[in-house]
């Protein structure tokens, strides 16, 4: 998972997984317990969400407010992405940068699929603070949901940077001013 996190899909080789899972295991062996690189890359991506896939759970919990819920995933994102003991960023969004020029369009649809579920998140929060009265009506709700999936992507490159959890922590107490210029005004 390591491998592929840091390297991506197409720059992480057979030679390196051989080599990571240790033993001398042989291209045979390596095909007979996985099938392809693409079936082991499916299932590190499965082990990724199962450790790190709840950064968005926020967002599709109605119990949540929904401003509250996009500040929660950015907070934990810009937390989860900085940590030491794995790689830096979010492997979802790292892949996103590498092309698939094996042939396999599966890869790329499933990471777009895992994206897109974040991306729908934002927008139902939007959608929620609209209806709630909190967000103006006239809301653009594709527009603001794509600002904050958009710093959510960024920041796992900012990650991968180098740029400490602190300034990115402080980076999104302003990302959420964009929410809070579409805050209905209060009535007198």
């Not at 590190?44 to 119990?63: F, I, N, P, Q, V």
């Not at 819920?69 to 830096?88: D, Q, S």
């Not at 579920?117 to 929620?128: D, E, L, P, Y």
């Not at 929410?179 to 209060?186: G, L």
């Amino acid at each position: 998972m390591h491998l592929f996190w840091e390297q991506g899909f197409e720059s992480t080789s057979l030679s390196q997984l051989k080599a990571a899972m240790g033993g001398g295991i042989s291209a045979p062996s390596f095909y007979a317990a996985f099938e392809s690189k693409e079936a082991l890359y499916k299932e590190a991506l499965e082990r990724y969400m199962s450790l790190y896939g709840d950064l968005t759970k926020s967002l599709h919990d109605d119990a949540i407010a929904p401003r509250e819920a996009v500040l929660l995933t950015l907070r934990r994102a810009a937390k989860m992405y900085c940590e030491a003991g794995h790689p830096k960023g979010c492997m979802v969004a790292s892949g996103a940068m590498g092309t698939v020029s094996s042939g396999s369009e599966a890869i790329p649809q499933l990471l777009q699929g895992m994206r897109g579920r974040a991306r729908n998140g934002f927008h139902a929060c939007v959608q929620r603070g609209i209806k709630s009265g909190e967000l103006r009506e006239s809301t653009d709700t594709k527009s603001l949901a794509i600002a904050f999936d958009s710093f959510f992507m960024g920041i796992s490159v900012l990650a991968r940077d180098g740029v400490p959890y602190t300034a990115m922590k402080k980076a999104v107490d302003h990302a959420m001013g964009i929410w809070d210029s579409a805050v209905k005004p209060a009535q007198d």
